[in-house]
């Protein structure tokens, strides 16, 4: 059996093991933390569960995409979801409305044409124009046969360009990126492309997993060790080794050295870089990852409620204090935060009330630059203080759009860029590595490929973040040793092309 070395547990790390054992491989995931699973993971206080990613996901009915992979990698038969609301997955508050995402063309366009009655057929045109880039991927939506020009066409137009070329009431166009918090989006540098795949995605089904995306990572896992692969934590790799031509092993910081005929990075491409000490990763490249623009990072209060006092809300609430849902990474101390997506912890199926949930928001990194190199729980009082300010200002803002739940809290915690750093090793705690930009087409996402032909790379920066970006991104990476025919075919039971 041939072996392969996969650095990182996350999602894509994870994935990329249970298909390459699947197809003859003898796998090893190396994690340098405690704990594995990346943005997948959970974590407890006082009894409660919190997740730091994956908060909900689309597309994963029975037939949709996300359904069909979680079926290949076995982990419909560990994981239980549970359905947001089909007629307001999303609900976007602005200007003081409220305005419902659902699940659907025709259920899309009906909820917002009670609101903007001579807006049907500019809603059923951009709803097609999603679709139409979202069909043109092949590994996003497993149609090995797609047709790329779409997807390339709008990955070099900004959102609000394409919105505003398809929709002419302005309030209209605010609400249809009002869940840009999904991908991070920038007015005029994020491609409509990024917003095309993750829109399509939730526009077809919306879930929560129930007990915490951590129960993906573990799924995944088990499966792995089933199968004769092994899951090793805390084993940082600290060096890929390469000959003159190929990757032969990885080593860690305890001294282990595991001899590799496949080598996959599944952690940001600037670390894997840092790893390699070779002249067959040229200069070029080098700069190029290192100057890639990542994108913001979070800030996060972990809400705790008091037993039997908040009913569980079956949807996402996004909120802007503002007239605008652009423009939320620009802000001064004055005007933080000025958006907030607010999400309940499913915790069991059909909950009648919540017992967690979770504020999120945007934080720079240079908010928090004063205690970089400290380390959880010895960052000193100053950083206690900062984050306890924070998570006020951050709860009274709640508080202006679902009033009485200050009350219902019993307790909170936070979490910072710096600790969003710490269990994700993404650089300045960005929420979901390195930005796309219409600008600036070269220094985006990257691919699979290094000039190292048995070094790939996998993960978010290799396709897209969240749980279908970064399968459709395993997909590609896996397909480079096992031929896109192949993959296809042990996903969708057909007969390998001739």
């Known amino acids: 059996m041939k ?15 249970v298909i390459l054992a699947k197809n003859e491989y003898e796998v090893t995931v190396l994690e340098q933390a405690p704990q594995i699973g990346g943005c997948l993971q959970c974590f407890r206080r006082d009894g409660s569960v919190f997740n730091t990613g994956m908060h909900y996901i689309g597309s994963a009915d029975a037939g949709q995409t996300l359904g069909v992979l979680l079926h290949y990698l076995g982990v419909d038969a560990d994981v239980r ?39 049907s057929d500019e809603l059923s045109a951009y709803y097609d124009t999603v679709s ?70 939730f526009n077809q089904s919306a879930f929560r997993i129930v007990g915490g995306s951590e129960r993906v990572a573990s799924s995944l896992a088990n499966t792995l060790k089933r199968m004769g692969g092994k899951v090793l934590t805390r084993h940082r790799a600290t060096k890929i080794v390469c000959d003159d031509t190929h990757a032969t092993a990885v080593l860690t910081a305890n001294g282990e050295q595991f001899a590799a005929d496949l080598v996959i990075s599944a952690i940001h491409p600037q670390l894997t870089v840092e790893l390699v000490d070779s002249r067959l990763l040229r200069s070029t490249y080098r700069h190029r990852i290192a100057q890639a623009r990542n994108t913001i990072s979070p800030f996060t209060v972990y809400l ?25 990474e620009d802000y001064d101390e004055s005007s933080w935060p000025k958006g907030l997506l607010y999400m309940h912890f499913c915790h069991e199926e059909n909950p009648e009330y919540a017992q967690t949930g979770e504020i999120l928001t945007y934080m720079k990194y240079e908010d928090v630059k004063p205690w970089q190199g400290t380390s959880v729980g010895h960052r000193g009082e100053s950083y206690e203080a900062f984050k306890q300010r924070k998570a006020e200002t951050t709860i009274q803002a709640l508080e202006k759009e679902v009033p009485g739940i200050s009350a219902n809290i019993e307790r909170y915690y936070t979490s910072t860029p710096l600790t969003y750093y710490d269990y994700t090793g993404v650089p300045e705690g960005s929420m979901y ?38 399968l459709a991104g395993s997909l590609m990476t896996c397909s480079e040793v096992l031929t896109q025919d192949r993959l296809f075919a042990q996903i969708l039971n057909l007969e390998p092309k001739t």
């Open 433 to 470: 590595g390195m930005a796309t930009d219409v600008n600036a087409p070269g220094f985006g996402k990257v691919s699979c490929k290094t000039r190292i032909p048995n070094l790939l790379l996998a993960g978010q920066d290799v396709s897209l973040h969240g749980m279908v970006g970064v």
């Open 3 to 17: 072996k392969c070395v996969i650095i990182g547990s996350g999602l894509g790390g994870l994935s990329c093991g």
């Open 81 to 119: 979801l549970q359905r947001l609301d089909p007629m307001g997955y999303d609900v976007v508050s602005l200007r003081g409305e409220r305005f419902p995402l659902a699940n659907g063309k025709e259920h899309f366009i009906r909820r917002l044409v009670a609101r903007f009655p001579h807006s």
């Open 304 to 328: 705790k409620f008091r037993k039997n006092t908040v009913r569980y809300m079956n949807y996402n609430l996004y909120c802007y204090r503002g007239d605008s849902t652009w423009g939320c």
């Open 132 to 201: 139409r880039v979202s069909l043109s991927s092949p590994f996003h939506t497993l149609n090995q046969d797609a047709d790329l020009r779409a997807y390339l066409y709008y990955q070099e137009r900004a959102v609000n360009e394409v919105v505003s070329s398809l929709v002419s009431d302005p309030l209209l166009r605010e609400v249809l990126v009002g869940t840009q918090p999904l991908y991070a989006g920038v007015k005029d540098r994020t491609p409509f492309s990024t917003h095309a795949l993750i829109t399509e995605s």
